[in-house]
């Protein structure tokens, strides 16, 4: 799979032919080199897809951003921040969520937060096709296919059906990503107590 491949699929739900590479002068390439970098963006934003999420320490900045303790680097390749948390609260994250800022510092992309030694879970900017989740790739190739509609067919409707199909893979993503993670079911101690000694 690459971004060729993906253009002939976005194309294909239209009803148009194949382009030979992205980076051809045809038409239909053009359209879709346009808007594919884009795309690819705001589909990873859309939801924390397993194949694209990343763990790293933060280093901390000398500087101080007004109403928090500390001030992080952003990640280089982050499109998106999940989680900041501690070592000792990484498997806590999701249920003890810590509050954090997206800022910009003296020209640099910062993370406010109160969180010592801060780690960071976020969604990183994955330009390989061949690492994209089946999910991810129906919902790119649907967006893609929403953005350039217009240009080709000249229908609102289809493009916006395409749209709504972009949004309803990330619905099938989160059924999946449901399916793939083993939780435990936590009850609060008064009430696991009780079920134990009943």
Known sequence: M???EICNMALSYLGNGRINS???AAEDARKCKIHYDHDRRRMLMAYPWGFAKRMEKLALFTDKVPGWDFACSYPTECVNVTYVYDEDGARRKEEAREDFEIVTLDGRKTIATDVR???VEYTADVRDANMFSEEFTEGLTHLLAS???MGITGNANIAMQHMQLA???IVSAGYYNAIEKERRMRYPN???????TS
């Open 190 to 196: 008064k009430y696991a107590n009780e079920r134990l």
């Open 2 to 4: 690459n971004s060729t």
């Open 22 to 24: 992205i980076d051809d």
């Open 147 to 149: 953005s350039i509609a």
């Open 167 to 169: 949004q309803q893979s």
């Open 117 to 119: 030694d801060a780690w």
